[in-house]
């Protein structure tokens, strides 16, 4: 009698170990099968057009490798959107130099700017300077101011446009056009529209 309880105790555990990974296994499909399935991936909402940060009476300064002071921005008011990394500015006024240190300035009731402050649009009694200076050739280049309601000024590739009506002075000369596109590195003026304008003769001026 006892040698056929121990031969059925050994063919017991011989198969528990079986039994137990059996066990477990069934455990853990019923676990499975009662945890609520994941919920939905949260979709990464895009960024509001809502400003993140704020700024107050402020002035920003760049400045290229070689240390020199690339531009100047003021304002009374700044708001920053980071969905298009845009900067909104009241009574804003900009200060620029190219390579050359030639200075360019522009001021405006409001002004949107991209990240890197190199595109700039200028709303509201806009207006763009570039002083007179000396081409490459050394031949005097007047004074250009542009005047508008809108103008959107390029400064890394200094250039000026504008679909808005425009005055545009060089030097004594006066025009008014119903849009700009101008090409300061290849001296291009383009205007378009009602086209009208005052030239001083060179020996008057």
Sequence with gaps: ????????WDRVSLYLPILLMGLLALGTY????ETPGPSAAVVAKPPR???DYFMKNFSVRTFLESGKLKSE??????????DNDALEIDAIRIRAFDEQGRLTT?????????????EVKLFGNAVVVREAM????????PRMEFRGEYLHASLDN???????????????????????DFDNVHRVLLMRGRVRGTMVPQAAK
């Design 49 to 51: 057009h809502v400003p």
């Design 158 to 180: 200094e250039r000026i446009t504008s679909d808005k009506p425009v005055e545009i002075r060089r030097g004594s000369d006066v025009f008014v056009a119903d849009s700009l």
């Design 73 to 82: 921005v003021f304002g009374t008011s700044a708001r920053h959107f980071p």
């Design 134 to 141: 000396t081409d490459t050739r050394g031949k005097p280049v």
């Design 30 to 33: 019923w676990l499975v099968q």
């Design 1 to 8: 009698m006892m040698h056929i309880v121990l031969s059925a």
């Design 106 to 118: 522009a001021t405006a009731m409001r002004a949107l700017t991209d990240g890197e402050g190199s």
